[in-house]
């Protein structure tokens, strides 16, 4: 059995791309020259109080970033306040940025400070900005555009020095479109847009990663180190990732905790994982080397084909096929259709 050990000294501060690199960004694990790049951005913002605006998928990191930025800036001593969109509801949400008096409403039974306020001097970091609505939209335009605001239910007007930085995984430009977000505060929020690339096009940072997040969780849960078979990283490789960097940590510390061997194998994989290499395990797709009778090599649509078919027959749907394949439902149709293989 080959496997590969996934410690390595060199996994923290490995990256040596960006010029004088300050250490706060040692953490992000990255060769894709797309990060690379995006971190360049990153750590030259920092050294501004320029409004950033971070855009990707969920699970790329970009609240990691954020705290980078933070950490190399000159704000460092002071602090940096998440404010989750998504997850405050709207009638909550005023009060929770602005803070308000005793006695605003039913069960303000004393002042409250807002996360402007305890922001001060330092970062506010609007995760899912997308998610915000319309109606507190306005008065966020104001903030920055002013510098301040008032306490809900209070009239002194107080001034804030804080750095804001935002992130959405929505197409904010869809979302102006539909007159669902402002547009005036598009323009505020995205003075410096960093894109974070997701890990399916990231795939060289995959072993790295790996490595990184096994020392990482052995630190946190104090186990024994384990070692990661070529048959499950070639799996990794394979696998589309819709959760991004956040779903492989997940899985590696549940692959970690749940293995009792020294060597998490491919039967270790959860089912939707094992499904992407599948044809390299079934007999039944050894023949797709072998679909000329002379040995050699057919056209790719050809093995295409064949693995459609296997597909469809080993998944029974186009959505299960979808999955395994790590294409969406309506490929899946199309080809077969294209195939003539009807499901």
Same mark, same amino acid.
């Given at each position: 059995?080959?496997?590969?050990?996934?410690?390595?000294?060199?996994?923290?501060?490995?990256?040596?791309?960006?010029?004088?690199?300050?250490?706060?960004?040692? @953490?992000?694990?990255?060769? !894709?020259?797309?990060?690379?790049?995006?971190?360049?951005?990153?750590?030259?913002?920092?050294?501004?109080?320029?409004?950033?605006?971070?855009?990707?998928?969920?699970?790329?990191?970009?609240?990691?970033?954020?705290?980078?930025?933070?950490?190399?800036?000159?704000?460092?001593?002071?602090? /940096?306040?998440?404010?989750?969109?998504?997850?405050?509801?709207?009638?909550?949400?005023?009060?929770? +940025?602005?803070?308000?008096?005793?006695?605003?409403?039913?069960?303000?039974?004393?002042?409250?400070?807002?996360?402007?306020?305890?922001?001060?001097?330092?970062?506010? *970091?609007? @995760?899912?900005?997308?998610?915000? %609505?319309?109606?507190?939209?306005?008065?966020?335009?104001?903030? #920055?555009?002013?510098?301040? /605001?008032?306490?809900?239910?209070? /009239?002194?007007?107080?001034?804030?020095?804080?750095?804001?930085?935002?992130?959405?995984?929505?197409?904010?430009?869809?979302?102006?479109?539909?007159?669902? *977000?402002?547009?005036? #505060?598009?323009?505020?929020?995205?003075?410096? %847009?960093?894109?974070?690339?997701? #890990?399916?096009?990231?795939?060289? @940072?995959?072993?790295?990663?790996?490595?990184?997040?096994?020392?990482?969780?052995? !630190? =946190?849960?104090?186990?024994?180190? =384990?070692?990661?078979?070529?048959?499950?990283?070639?799996?990794?490789?394979?696998?589309?990732?819709?959760?991004?960097?956040?779903?492989?940590?997940?899985?590696?510390?549940?692959?970690?905790? #749940?293995?009792?061997?020294?060597?998490?194998?491919?039967?270790? +994989?959860?089912?939707?994982?094992?499904?992407?290499?599948?044809?390299?395990?079934?007999?039944?797709?050894?023949?797709?080397?072998?679909?000329?009778?002379?040995?050699?090599?057919?056209?790719?649509?050809?093995?295409?084909?064949?693995?459609?078919?296997?597909?469809?027959?080993?998944?029974?749907?186009?959505?299960?096929?979808?999955?395994?394949?790590?294409?969406?439902?309506?490929?899946?149709?199309?080809?077969?259709?294209?195939?003539?293989?009807?499901?």
């Amino acid at each position: 059995m080959k496997s590969f050990s996934v410690l390595s000294s060199n996994v923290k501060g490995s990256n040596g791309f960006i010029p004088n690199q300050h250490f706060a960004f040692n @953490d992000i694990v990255t060769q !894709n020259k797309k990060m690379k790049d995006s971190l360049f951005i990153a750590q030259r913002a920092s050294t501004s109080n320029s409004t950033i605006l971070l855009r990707g998928e969920s699970g790329t990191g970009k609240e990691m970033v954020a705290k980078a930025i933070h950490k190399a800036s000159n704000r460092s001593n002071a602090p /940096f306040v998440t404010v989750n969109c998504a997850a405050i509801p709207s009638t909550l949400l005023e009060s929770e +940025l602005f803070g308000h008096e005793q006695g605003s409403f039913t069960g303000a039974y004393r002042k409250k400070l807002g996360k402007f306020e305890q922001a001060d001097g330092g970062t506010i *970091f609007f @995760d899912e900005i997308g998610d915000m %609505p319309p109606e507190m939209q306005v008065k966020i335009l104001r903030v #920055l555009q002013e510098r301040e /605001f008032e306490r809900v239910g209070g /009239f002194e007007t107080i001034r804030c020095n804080v750095r804001i930085i935002s992130a959405t995984h929505r197409n904010l430009e869809e979302a102006i479109a539909k007159e669902v *977000f402002r547009e005036d #505060l598009y323009y505020r929020l995205n003075v410096i %847009p960093i894109w974070l690339p997701p #890990l399916r096009e990231r795939k060289e @940072d995959i072993t790295e990663l790996t490595g990184h997040f096994v020392q990482k969780i052995c !630190n =946190k849960i104090n186990i024994t180190t =384990k070692f990661f078979s070529n048959e499950v990283l070639n799996c990794f490789y394979r696998y589309h990732w819709p959760g991004n960097v956040r779903e492989m940590e997940n899985l590696i510390e549940r692959l970690m905790v #749940l293995c009792a061997g020294e060597y998490i194998e491919y039967e270790d +994989l959860p089912s939707y994982i094992r499904n992407i290499c599948v044809f390299e395990k079934r007999e039944g797709c050894k023949s797709l080397l072998n679909l000329n009778d002379d040995g050699e090599i057919a056209k790719l649509e050809d093995y295409e084909k064949e693995i459609l078919r296997y597909a469809l027959k080993r998944f029974g749907s186009y959505n299960a096929t979808g999955k395994a394949l790590g294409i969406t439902h309506k490929t899946v149709a199309c080809k077969a259709k294209k195939y003539n293989l009807i499901f």
